[in-house]
């Protein structure tokens, strides 16, 4: 089974995920690109088109996946759904798209993850899969230094042109 190109992007409640996710979505589609969404709680899940994965699907995602431990909702085209999973490897390896964009699950799977940086909060460690390092408004400048410091690139959430660029160049790799 040939997986799906994957991206995280991971990061801080608050820090700017979903807003990113939802600028990196609208570039895909665009280009005529299938995008799945996938979107990591651990909140109670519902099953109403509504938060984060309404923006999602606004934005152009089919379908998006709300998910915690095991269970999960799909919002589709062809309406919502509740099941259970074994693993975000099945999950995503079963998804029929150009591309999966993951929001959170910093602690799985392996594919390469977008840091949304947020002012200092972030620990390098739980980041090992890190290829680069978004921020936004005051906090640039801060995660411009943590990226240098990590030998990341670093792209402001306003460089979605460039940090698609970027994402193109790693998934072909």
Same mark, same amino acid.
């Given at each position: 089974m040939e997986i799906t190109p994957t991206v995280g992007i991971v990061g801080f409640s608050g820090s700017g995920k979903t807003t990113l996710a939802v600028?990196?979505?609208?570039?895909? &589609? #665009?280009?005529?690109?299938?995008?799945? =969404?996938?979107?990591?709680?651990?909140?109670?899940?519902?099953?109403d088109r509504r938060g984060d994965t309404a923006l999602l699907a606004e934005a152009g995602a089919d379908p998006v996946f709300l998910c915690r431990s095991g269970e =999960? &909702?799909?919002?589709?085209? #062809?309406g919502v759904r509740r099941f259970t999973y074994q693993d975000i490897e099945g999950l995503r390896g079963s998804l029929r798209a150009d591309v999966v964009l993951i929001e959170g699950l910093k602690g799985?799977?392996?594919?390469?993850?977008? &840091?949304?940086?947020?002012?200092?909060?972030?620990e390098w460690d739980d980041w090992q899969q890190g290829v680069a390092v978004v921020a936004h408004g005051k906090a640039v400048e801060s995660g411009r230094r943590a990226a240098e410091a990590q030998g990341l690139p670093?792209?402001?959430? #306003?460089q979605i042109e460039e940090l698609r660029g970027f994402l193109g160049r790693i998934s072909t790799a």
């Open positions: 600028r990196l979505v609208r570039r895909l &589609v #665009d280009e005529k690109m299938r995008v799945a =969404a996938i979107k990591h709680t651990h909140h109670a899940l519902n099953s =999960a &909702v799909e919002f589709s085209g #062809d799985s799977g392996a594919w390469p993850r977008i &840091v949304v940086w947020n002012s200092g909060k972030e670093f792209f402001s959430s #306003d």
